[in-house]
C-alpha cells in the first residue's frame, strides 16, 4: 500500500488520542479517513509548552533566543521581574530547561514522570538574585532504551507524547530516542523487494514486541499487524519527530544495519544473507551481508522511505550483532565499514549511535568505524565496578554516561545515585576524557521521579552534588514546603534505595517476590534481577511512617500521592522476601497449622497490596489493556492488541521463551496483575502444598505456562479507574506490617 507524508496525516483523525490534534474528530474504522493539514508549529514553542503545564501563568514569562557560549553548549539565562519574568535559552528547550530551573529555586513546581506538581502564586516572584543561569556541560543528553515502547507503553497516544516531550525538555534533554512508526518504514521497503504487503504485515510483530524486532531478535508475533495499525503509528512517530525538532531537540532514528525478512535472498539475486536463527523460541530475521552492493542499495531506500515521512535526522541507532546475532562468514570490520558508508551516503554528517551493554560494540566494530562519527550510549557506567576506562574500552569513541536503573518495568524503588555523582564529574574531568554527554535508559520510563530528577541534573550542575542537602531540597519542592517528616523520610529513602552501589554488580533494585512464579527458593521474580534487597528491609521500612506523618496541607498534591504509594508498596514487597522463607520452613518441618497460618498471610497481604495499588490510575493493568484495545480498527484487532500488550508482562510470549526466563521479566506491582495473576498463582500454589502436607504426599506439579498463558488470554474484567484513598490504605499497610508475622 504506497503512501506518502500527506496520506498518513489523514490517518490522523483515526488514531487514538491524535483526533484533537488533526481538528475533525474519531473516525470510525470503515469510514474514508480524510487528510487535513498538519497541525502548524507555534511561533514560541517555549511558550506552548509552558503554556501545557502551567496554565494562565505561563503568560508571565518571555522566551527569547540567547547564542551558545564558547564552545556553542548550550545555556540559559533567567532574569526579570515578579510577574515579569524572561528565560533567555539558545533553543526551545534548553529555554525550558531554564523554566525547571526557575520553578524548582522558587519551590513553585516539580513536573516528573511520576507525579507532578504545580502550586504558583498568582503573580510569579522574581529570580533570586535577580538572575539565574545554566550551562550544559556536554553536547549529548541521551533519552530513552530501545526497549521503552515495549515496557512502558506500546499503545500510548499523543496525549501522553506531547506531555512526554514537554517532560524530557523541561530536564535539558536535547537527543529522543523515537521507535515509533519504524514499522511503516520496513513495510514500504520490502514491498520494493518482492514481498507482498501481507508478507510484510505478517513478519512484522506487534508494537509491545517491535522494539525487539529492531533489534533483530524477533519476528512474526503474536499477529499481522493491519495496514491501519501501521498507518496509525507512522502519524504518530510524524507528530514525535515534528514536536521534538520544534523544540530544537533531535530525534535519534533506527539505522539500518541488515534485517531482511527470510527468503530474501530467494526474490533478490545477488542478495547474499546470513540466517539468525531463533532467540527464546522466536524466528530471528535474517541479516543482509552489509559488504554488498545489494545491501547499499537497500539501506539507500530505506533512508530515503525514512526521509518521506519522517524528515532527515543526524543521528542514527543501530547495534550490530547485538543480543546474540552471528556474522556467519563476514567479517565484521567490514561490515561495520559497509554500514557506516551506506549510512554517510545518505546522511554525511550523521552520527551512528551505539549501545554499549555487555560486549556490546564488539571490539570489531569500534576498530573499524570513524569512531568520531559515533557515539557509544553507556548502559554500564553505574553496573559493574571494573568499568573505569571507556576510552581504552571503546578506542577514544565519544560515548555518554549512562543509568539503566530499571530492566522490564519493575515497580521497585532505587537507583546508585552514589555512583553517579561521584563517577560523572570525575570520568568527565580526567585528562583525555571522551566523556560527551549522559544517557537514561531505564527500559521503562515513568518510575523512580527522583532518580529522573537527579540523573538529568548531571551535565548542568556546576560543582559537586551533595546528596544530603540534594534530597532535602527534593522533599520541600515535590510536596510544596518543608516539613521535619519528609526531610526525614526522604533520608531513609538516600540512605537505602537511593544509597546502593555498583559494587554489588547491580544498578537496579531487587523485584519482590509475589511477582515471582511460585517456588518455596524463589528469590527474585525476574530471572536477571537481583537476588536479594540490596539494602536492609529494616532500614526501610521507617520511611512509611514519616510519610504518612507528613502535615495535612502538604498531602494534597499527586506527588505526594505518589511517593505514599511507592513506599508502601515497597514495604509491602520487602516484607515478601522474609516472609516467604519461614512459609518454606513450616512446609519443610511439615507443620501444617503454621503452614496453613503463613499461608492465609501472604494471601493477605498480595490482597492488601492490591488494595494499595489500585487507588492510583497509573498503576492499573486495565489502563495498559485499554489503551492497546483503543488502537484496534475491529473486534478482532482490539483482542489481538490486548494479548500483544499483556503479553510482554507476563508470559512475554511462547512457551520456550517464558521457560527460558522471559515470563516475569517485566513484572510489576499493579492492580489487576497483583490481584489477578500473581494472587492466582500463589493460592494455587498454596492450596496444592497444603493439600499435600495433610495427605501425606508429594505436591502434583502445576504446569504454570498454561495457567499463565490462558489467564493473559482471558484476564477477565479489568479496573480502568482507581478506588480507595492512598492515605487510608497505606495506613493499613503501616499497621499491617507491624504485625508480627
Do not use: C
Not at 489502563?623 to 473486534?635: M, N
Amino acid at each position: 500500500m504506497p503512501w506518502d507524508r500527506r496520506t498518513f496525516l489523514g490517518v490522523l483523525a483515526g488514531a487514538p488520542g491524535i483526533a484533537a490534534v488533526a481538528g475533525s474528530g474519531t473516525a470510525t474504522a470503515q469510514a474514508p479517513l480524510a487528510p487535513p493539514l498538519p497541525a502548524p508549529a507555534p511561533a514560541d514553542p517555549a511558550a506552548a509548552a509552558a503554556r501545557r503545564l502551567l496554565g494562565t501563568h505561563a503568560d508571565q514569562f518571555l522566551f527569547t533566543s540567547l547564542a551558545g557560549d564558547a564552545e556553542g553548549r548550550d545555556r540559559f539565562v533567567v532574569s526579570g521581574r515578579a510577574g515579569q519574568v524572561t528565560i533567555a535559552g539558545t533553543n526551545p528547550a534548553t529555554q525550558l530547561a531554564g523554566l525547571r530551573r526557575y520553578l524548582k529555586q522558587a519551590g513553585l513546581a516539580q513536573f516528573t514522570w511520576a507525579g507532578s506538581r504545580a502550586g504558583l502564586p498568582e503573580r510569579v516572584p522574581a529570580p533570586e538574585g535577580g538572575r539565574l543561569e545554566g550551562r550544559a556541560d556536554t553536547p549529548h543528553r541521551f533519552v530513552l532504551n530501545d526497549t521503552n515502547d515495549g515496557y512502558t507503553g506500546p499503545y500510548h497516544d499523543w496525549a501522553y507524547w506531547e506531555r512526554e516531550i514537554d517532560l524530557l525538555a523541561l530536564h535539558g534533554f536535547n537527543e529522543v530516542l523515537v521507535y515509533a512508526g519504524a514499522d511503516a518504514v520496513y513495510q514500504r521497503l520490502f514491498q520494493r523487494y518482492g514481498y507482498s504487503d501481507d508478507e510484510v504485515r505478517a513478519w512484522i510483530p506487534g508494537p509491545a514486541h517491535q522494539p525487539w524486532w529492531l533489534l533483530q531478535n524477533l519476528s512474526s508475533f503474536p499477529e499481522p499487524v493491519t495496514a491501519r495499525l501501521i498507518e496509525q503509528r507512522a502519524a504518530l512517530g510524524a507528530r514525535i519527530v515534528g514536536r521534538l525538532r520544534e523544540l530544537g531537540m533531535s530525534p535519534v532514528l533506527p539505522g539500518y544495519f541488515g534485517t531482511v525478512p527470510a527468503g530474501f535472498a530467494d526474490r533478490n539475486p545477488g542478495a547474499k544473507t546470513v540466517p539468525q536463527g531463533t532467540w527464546m523460541g522466536f524466528a530471528r530475521p535474517d541479516w543482509l551481508d552489509p559488504r554488498t552492493d545489494l545491501f547499499a542499495e537497500v539501506a539507500a531506500a530505506f533512508y530515503e522511505i525514512q526521509e518521506e515521512l519522517y524528515g532527515r535526522g543526524t543521528l542514527y541507532k543501530m547495534d550490530l550483532l547485538h543480543e546474540g546475532g552471528s556474522a556467519g562468514n563476514v567479517p565484521v570490520a567490514e561490515a561495520t565499514r559497509g554500514v557506516q558508508r551506506a549510512l554517510r551516503a545518505a546522511r554525511p554528517d550523521a552520527v551512528w549511535v551505539v549501545l554499549g551493554w555487555q560486549k556490546n560494540p564488539p571490539k570489531e566494530v569500534v576498530a573499524a568505524a570513524d569512531r568520531e562519527a559515533m557515539l557509544i550510549v553507556d548502559g554500564l557506567s553505574d553496573r559493574f565496578p571494573e568499568v573505569t576506562d571507556r576510552e581504552s574500552d571503546w578506542q577514544d569513541t565519544p560515548y555518554a554516561f549512562g543509568s539503566i536503573w530499571n530492566f522490564g518495568g519493575h515497580t521497585a524503588l532505587g537507583a546508585n545515585t552514589r555512583d553517579w555523582v561521584e563517577l560523572y564529574p570525575r570520568w568527565r574531568d580526567r585528562s583525555g576524557s571522551r566523556l560527551s554527554g549522559i544517557a537514561l535508559m531505564p527500559e521503562a520510563a515513568d518510575n523512580n521521579p527522583a532518580a529522573f530528577e537527579l540523573f538529568a541534573e548531571l551535565p548542568w550542575t556546576e560543582g559537586p552534588i551533595d546528596l544530603t542537602g540534594w534530597f532535602r531540597e527534593y522533599a520541600r519542592v515535590r510536596y510544596g514546603g518543608s516539613d521535619a517528616h519528609a526531610e526525614a523520610a526522604w533520608d531513609i529513602l538516600r540512605t537505602t534505595v537511593y544509597g546502593t552501589r555498583r559494587e554489588d554488580r547491580w544498578s537496579e533494585p531487587a523485584d519482590g517476590l509475589f511477582g515471582a512464579r511460585p517456588a518455596l527458593d524463589a528469590v527474585s521474580a525476574g530471572k536477571w534481577s537481583p537476588k536479594a534487597l540490596r539494602y536492609p528491609a529494616a532500614s526501610f521500612e521507617p520511611a512509611l511512617g514519616e510519610l504518612l506523618a507528613v502535615r495535612a496541607e502538604l498531602r494534597d498534591s499527586a506527588t505526594y500521592r505518589r511517593d505514599l504509594l511507592d513506599v508502601a508498596r515497597q514495604a509491602l514487597a520487602n516484607r515478601s522476601r522474609t516472609l516467604l522463607p519461614r512459609l518454606a520452613a513450616a512446609y519443610k518441618a511439615k507443620d501444617q497449622a503454621e503452614f496453613a497460618r503463613l499461608g492465609r498471610r501472604w494471601i493477605a497481604l498480595i490482597d492488601l497490596l492490591e488494595k494499595l495499588v489500585a487507588t492510583d490510575e497509573d498503576h492499573l493493568l486495565g489502563r495498559w489493556v485499554e489503551a492497546a484495545r483503543a488502537w484496534g480498527g475491529s473486534a478482532r484487532e482490539k483482542t489481538q492488541l490486548q494479548y500483544d500488550a499483556l503479553s510482554l508482562l507476563t508470559t512475554w510470549g511462547a512457551r520456550q521463551g517464558a521457560d527460558a526466563g522471559l515470563r516475569d521479566y517485566a513484572n510489576r506491582e499493579w492492580s489487576g496483575l497483583v490481584g489477578g495473576l500473581y494472587r492466582l498463582r500463589w493460592s494455587t500454589y498454596i492450596d496444592e502444598l497444603s493439600a499435600a502436607l495433610k495427605e501425606g504426599r508429594k505436591p502434583v506439579a502445576v504446569d504454570w505456562f498454561a495457567l499463565e498463558d490462558r489467564w493473559t488470554r482471558n484476564p477477565g474484567t479489568l479496573a480502568t479507574r482507581p478506588r480507595g484513598q492512598v492515605h487510608e490504605v497505606a495506613g493499613e499497610v503501616a499497621r499491617a506490617l507491624a504485625r508480627a508475622d
